[in-house]
């Protein structure tokens, strides 16, 4: 599906690139992941932006979603290149070299919970806050994000923390009630 790509709140919507202005800049956060990493494949095999520009932690400049500053200067370098017009967030945190996803209620630690929370609800509005306001207010302007929306990040986290309540590795969901 060379030049599209499909959404996935709702399979049948479809983003066709070829509706962008070619003289046009598309931004992708968090390309060094697998979605990521495609999505920037996909925007540069379609030839349609002027500018294809993607962050990571290894791009200069780097982003850090701890890290507000980095995430201002990824927005205002992209803007550089030319008008905004496709914005894809891809970031997103389950575990690194120093913490490793919870298998069990033991295993929770505030300090790891609330750091995934910051990377996974907070970093991608803190992206939001620094780009929106560099988009073009007429034309054909597309902008997603994991963490959209913003508001029901709370009520993933608590999704997460219950689907912990398992034995052997095994994940399982129960409601908090039946929690013992």
């Known amino acids: 599906?060379?030049?599209?790509l499909k959404s996935s709140s709702d399979p049948t919507s479809i983003v066709d690139l070829e509706s962008f202005p070619k003289a046009s800049v598309a931004l992708v956060f968090g390309s060094s992941g697998g979605i990521?990493?495609?999505?920037?494949?996909?925007?540069?095999?379609a030839n349609r932006?002027?500018?294809a520009v993607s962050f990571s932690r290894n791009t200069s400049p780097s982003i850090d979603l701890l890290d507000e500053s980095s995430l201002e200067r990824a927005a205002t370098f992209a803007a550089a290149k030319g008008e905004l017009r496709l914005v894809i967030d891809a970031t997103?945190?389950?575990?690194?070299e120093r913490q490793e996803p919870e298998k069990g209620w033991r295993q929770l630690d505030a300090a790891k919970l609330a750091r995934s929370f910051a990377l996974n609800a907070i970093g991608p509005a803190l992206i939001?806050?620094?780009?929106?306001?560099?988009l073009p207010r007429s034309g054909k302007v597309y902008s997603c994000t994991n963490a959209a929306p913003i508001a029901s990040a709370a009520s993933r986290m608590r999704l997460r923390a219950f689907n912990l309540?398992?034995?052997c590795g095994e994940w399982f969901r129960r409601r908090p009630p039946r929690l013992r």
């Open 92 to 96: 997103g945190f389950l575990h690194d």
């Open 165 to 167: 309540a398992g034995t």
């Open 1 to 4: 599906m060379t030049g599209q």
């Open 128 to 134: 939001m806050k620094h780009v929106l306001p560099l």
């Open 49 to 51: 932006f002027e500018h």
């Open 36 to 45: 990521g990493g495609a999505l920037v494949e996909a925007i540069g095999a």
